[in-house]
């Protein structure tokens, strides 16, 4: 089944091949996965539970695939629908009230403060996480679905609707800023280490 391409396989899953399933869902797990949980910054039970849902929609879509679409355009394209009405939900507004209530002191108390303690370096991979967060929804979704999941400008755009030349500026911002939160950091030994895969986020085109 991994000599076959996307396309390929899902057009076999539709003529029901479970197996072309379960090619695509090994190889695409993981991207689907970081994108929810990145884009919405939810903790990884509830990003998991949106996953689930995702390949839900993919099962239950599989005859509405054409064979001329990308894969992967389709694929983000449904996920992030599913992300966007699910900020749309209860479910979500009741979260947030609830996590909102939970940092809040009782009324006449004051919030005890927090113990001093050192504190440590943050690792790089999570200062990335703390400047993606910091993006505006828009540059977090381009950047994400081009530098981190590797779809084309064009994909992009038609993953979220819009033109590809917004997507180039939208992501070319993104780029410009999370350069400018992270500074120095790109620079250190454990980026150096950690290969070309957080680097290449930033590189010129």
């Known amino acids: 089944m991994n000599d076959h391409s996307d396309e390929e396989l899902m057009v076999m899953f539709a003529q029901g ?3 072309a ?4 869902f090994e190889r695409h797990r993981d ?3 970081n994108f929810i949980h990145r884009m919405l910054g939810l903790d990884r039970a509830a990003a998991e539970d949106l996953f689930q849902e995702i390949f839900i929609k993919i099962i239950k879509g599989r005859d509405l695939y054409t064979p001329d679409a990308r894969f992967t355009t389709w694929l983000f394209t449904i996920a992030r629908n599913h992300c ?3 900020l ?3 479910p979500y507004a009741e979260s947030r009230r609830t996590a909102s209530l939970d940092a809040a002191p009782e009324e006449g108390g004051v919030p005890e403060p927090a113990a001093a ?7 790089l991979a999570a200062e990335l996480e703390h400047a993606l967060q910091a993006l505006s929804a828009a540059q977090r979704e381009v950047f994400l679905l081009h530098a981190v999941e590797g779809l ?7 993953v979220l609707g819009i033109t590809e030349t917004n997507a180039r500026v939208q992501y070319h911002r993104a780029r410009t800023m ?3 939160r992270l500074g120095r950091a790109l620079e250190r030994p454990e980026a150096r280490s950690t290969g070309s895969e957080i680097r290449n986020n930033f590189k010129s085109e």
């Open 17 to 19: 091949s479970t197996a």
């Open 178 to 180: 999370l350069r400018e």
């Open 88 to 90: 749309k939900s209860r």
């Open 84 to 86: 966007l009405n699910f």
């Open 31 to 33: 991207p689907v996965f």
């Open 152 to 158: 084309s400008h064009a994909e992009t755009a038609a």
């Open 21 to 24: 399933f379960e090619t695509l």
């Open 117 to 123: 303690e050192p504190s440590a370096p943050a690792p």
